[in-house]
Structure formats: structure tokens, C-alpha cells
């Protein structure tokens, strides 16, 4: 393990800067440079051809949805959209990548010059977008033994090249500055946006888990006061959001370490362990890697019409920041009650389901990111796997509303629900849920507390009406929870008038 500066220690010294370059699989149904089936999965090697494997006298022809993709992608960042553009070969030796070179862009990319914001803890920051650019992904390898998952060590690596040829989007940011102690959180909060705007846009699964998203994490500190870039590091292939924000703070903390011991950054890659949450030494990028790019000779240049791209314009889907903002509004949210939700991935999707279904929005709130989060989190799955879905919650809400059942018993009714018993109603009819509302058996219950408790009974009588939750949390206690609070409440007072 490297040694670490503290956190406070790195930014009462150093300016944080960030760069981050995404990588995203597009969902089309084919490959980007053949007609080879896109879906992930399926037996090792199954999904080739002469074309993503690179085979000689192969001919690639570009996949026009994903050009369409891309445009999409280019125009919901606030991308300025190349009136002409080509691909390149990038060349480099990976087992993964049979042809020995990637077909990307360079110098030419389809979309460029835009920008995002994104908030973290109620403020704004800017990240302006260098590139977004088209080209294939690789294979994948697979390193067997040694216990890593990792090439040192293994007694040996498989390689599946079903992946080679998915196209793959590259969205480049400008360097990021004036973040300081928010700088890992920006960092996770783009990454977020970024997923719920691919998904807005129907254009990848973005299941970072899954690699059809993944950032490559560069940082890098320079001396407070100072306007010179330090060094930077680039983190590879960081797949979730936590991650994103541990990897950076972690090379901030080893970064800042170095410098204050008057030491040299070295620029490199570095890979990010799960297990212990630290980074590892790649590949040295002190010398600039020549890739050798050279004009894609079996492609032609693409040349956008401008009237097709004002069309894909029009028909971009309302963007995840405004959806928020105006749902946010109808629901009556705070911004702390909003970023509650943001915080729970899923969760919006599932809120606002819910009160189409016709709950609350404050109901809806309440039972996704309470009760449900909880029994998800037990769980181990993701709040919209839990097993209710929004229209169940709906209905349990109803029952609520209705006086049916409170809220204690409600969770009753979620259990019933879960173990597969039937709808609400029907669980609260075969458990016996309903509150009693019954004037004989309450009064019954009211008088028997009242007998066990007289000096509680003498305090309300002398005008100390606080002191009746104690009596009706005895009513409460004796109907096991059936009972309904208010009218016992009403009883109870009226008693001892």
C-alpha cells in the first residue's frame, strides 16, 4: 500500500484538477463496422466474422444507427456537431484486438465543444466536453489462476472476441479545475448524469457494473496559488459510481503524499482494487505512446446533412436535469428532499410511478426510500428488484389514506405482498390487518388502560394532555397494533374530560 497524505492535508496544499474520459457501449443491434448480433453474452467466440475479427480482404461499413447515437449523444451535451468528419487507425499490439489496430477517431471527432453542469450538495459546476468521439470496442481476456483476476500471476488467459467490433462512444472532458474538497464527488456526480442521460436517451444499457460504461479517472494536484497542471494519473476502467469517487480521492491522498515529501508524480496508468480500495501501478506514460494514426483507407468521411441533424435535435427526449427539476416542482420537494432521492439510484423512476399509480409524492417518497430501501438493502438488490411494485405501493397507500390500515400494519402488508400472497387488499383480508375502528371494542381497550394506569388517567385529568400517548400506546399494545390511534385518542379524552 502506498502511503497517504489526509485529505484536509492534500487540499490545504494542492489544487485538485480532474480529466475523465467514458467509454460507453451503444445498444444497437448490430456491431459498428459489421452485421454481426451486438447482445452481450452468449457462448465465448460465437458472435464474429471476418469483419470484427479483421480478416484479410474484410471490408468495414459503418453502422448508420450508430452515427445516429453518437449525434444524439454529442447534441444532449451541448456539442457543437462536425459538418465532416473520418475515422482513423489507432495501432497497437492487444491479444484482444486481432486486427492490431482500433478503429477510432483522432483528430477528426463527430461531436466536440460541448458542455454539462451538475450539482453536488446544492452547487453548480461546469464541465466543459472536449470530445465525443466513435470507434470499436476490443475483445475480452480472461486471466485464469492466480487468484487476481489479473494477468500476473495467471497460469494462463482465455479470450473471447464476442465484444470486438461493439461500438463504443469516448466522451473526453476538458481539465477541471476549481473543484477543491468536492472535486471526488464532481467526479461521481458527472458519472451519474452521464448514465442517466445514455439511458434518456435510449442509447446504451449503461449498467456500469455490467462494462457498458466505465471512466478512465485522471487527477492530478497542483500547488495552491499556482495556475501549471502537476502531473497526472489515469485510473483505468473504474466501473461504479463509488468507485469513481474512492479511486480519486485515493490518488489525491497517495499524489499529495509524494509531493510533500518533495517527490515526482509519474505518469501513468493505474488500476483500481475493489477489495482494498487503492490504486496500482500500469502501464509509464512518460513518453508520449506513438499510435501512429493514419486515415481509415476502407471508410469513407461522414458528412452529417445539417437538416437531419436539427431533426435529431427536435427529437431528443426531455434530458434527465430538466425532468428533475420539473418533477421536483410538482412534487413539492425541498432540495434536500430531492437529493435524498437523486442518492437512491432508481428510486425516481420508481416515485414517479408510484404517483401516476395515484399515491403522494411525499407518501411515495416515504416508502421507497424508507421501508423499501431497507428491506433492498437486506436484500442485497436494487430498489426497483425488491419485489413490490410501484402500483402495490400505490394501493398499500390507499389503504392507509383509507384507514384501513396504518402504517405499522402496512408493513405487514408489504410482507404478505412479498412472500407472494396476493394484492394488498387481498393480504390484509387473509392476515387480518384491518384497524379496528369499533367503538365497543376500543372503549373496552381505553377503559382497561385507563384502570392499569391512574396515574397517567389523574395527570390528563388535570390537564395534561401530552401524557395520553402514554395511554395509547398501552390501547395500541393490547389490539397489537389494530387499532386506529385517532379515534382512540378521541375516546380516551372524552373518558377523562
Not at 408 to 419: E, M, N, T, Y
Not at 425 to 434: I, P, Q, T, Y
Amino acid at each position: 500500500m502506498d502511503d497517504l497524505l489526509t485529505y484536509d492535508a492534500v487540499l490545504a496544499r494542492f489544487d485538485p484538477v480532474l480529466g475523465l474520459e467514458v467509454h460507453v457501449e451503444l445498444n444497437t443491434a448490430s456491431k459498428m463496422f459489421c452485421g454481426c448480433d451486438n447482445t452481450p453474452g452468449g457462448e465465448p467466440n460465437t458472435t464474429t466474422c471476418p469483419v470484427c475479427l479483421g480478416l484479410p480482404g474484410s471490408l468495414p461499413v459503418v453502422n448508420a444507427h450508430a452515427v445516429e447515437s453518437a449525434i444524439r449523444i454529442g447534441l444532449a451535451l451541448n456539442c457543437q456537431v462536425a459538418p465532416w468528419c473520418r475515422f482513423a487507425r489507432k495501432n497497437y499490439f492487444y491479444p484482444d484486438m486481432t486486427k492490431d489496430f482500433q478503429t477510432s477517431q483522432y483528430d477528426e471527432p463527430i461531436c466536440f465543444d460541448g458542455w454539462v453542469d451538475v450539482e453536488v450538495e446544492g452547487e453548480t459546476f461546469r464541465i466543459e466536453i472536449e470530445r465525443v468521439h466513435m470507434e470499436e470496442d476490443a475483445g475480452k481476456l480472461s486471466h485464469v489462476g492466480g487468484g487476481t483476476g489479473r494477468i500476473v500471476g495467471a497460469e494462463y488467459s482465455l479470450v473471447d472476441y464476442n465484444r470486438a467490433g461493439t461500438p463504443l462512444m469516448e466522451i473526453v472532458t476538458r481539465p477541471v479545475r476549481g473543484l477543491g474538497a468536492k472535486a471526488p464527488a464532481v467526479g461521481r456526480a458527472y458519472m451519474a448524469m452521464l448514465r442517466d442521460l445514455m439511458r434518456a436517451l435510449g442509447v446504451s444499457d449503461a449498467r456500469m457494473e455490467a462494462g457498458n460504461m466505465r471512466c478512465d479517472a485522471n487527477v492530478s494536484l497542483m500547488p495552491t496559488g499556482t495556475a501549471e497542471l502537476g502531473t497526472r494519473t489515469e485510473t483505468k476502467n473504474v466501473n461504479s459510481l463509488r468507485s469513481v469517487e474512492a479511486a480519486l480521492t485515493y490518488e489525491m491522498r497517495r499524489q499529495g503524499a509524494i509531493l510533500a515529501e518533495g517527490g515526482r508524480v509519474v505518469q501513468e496508468t493505474r488500476h483500481w482494487h475493489e477489495d482494498g480500495e487503492y490504486t496500482s501501478p500500469g502501464r509509464n506514460k512518460e513518453q508520449a505512446e506513438d499510435y501512429r494514426y493514419f486515415p481509415e483507407p476502407d471508410l469513407v468521411p461522414i458528412a452529417p446533412d445539417p437538416a437531419w441533424v436539427e431533426e435529431l435535435r427536435a427529437s431528443l427526449p426531455e434530458l434527465p436535469a430538466r425532468r428533475r427539476a420539473r418533477l421536483q416542482e410538482a412534487w413539492g420537494f425541498s432540495d434536500l428532499e430531492m437529493r435524498d432521492v437523486l442518492g437512491n439510484e432508481g428510486s425516481l423512476d420508481l416515485i414517479e410511478a408510484t404517483v401516476a399509480a395515484g399515491a403522494p409524492p411525499a407518501a411515495a417518497r416515504k416508502w421507497w426510500l424508507g421501508e423499501l430501501a431497507r428491506r433492498a438493502n437486506e436484500a442485497g438488490v436494487e430498489l426497483g428488484a425488491v419485489g413490490v411494485t410501484p402500483e402495490q405501493v400505490a394501493q398499500v397507500q390507499g389503504l392507509v389514506d383509507a384507514g384501513t390500515v396504518n402504517d405499522k400494519l402496512a408493513r405487514s402488508v408489504f410482507d404478505g405482498v412479498l412472500a407472494g400472497e396476493g394484492s394488498p387488499e387481498e393480504v390484509v383480508a387473509s392476515r387480518g390487518l384491518a384497524v379496528v375502528s369499533d367503538d365497543g371494542a376500543l372503549g373496552e381497550a381505553v377503559d382497561a388502560a385507563i384502570a392499569a394506569n391512574p396515574d397517567v388517567a389523574d395527570k390528563i385529568r388535570a390537564g395534561k394532555v401530552q401524557a395520553a400517548g402514554a395511554l395509547i400506546g398501552a390501547v395500541m399494545k393490547q389490539m397489537k397494533g389494530k387499532a386506529d390511534a385517532a379515534r382512540v385518542r378521541e375516546l380516551l379524552l372524552e373518558r377523562l374530560s
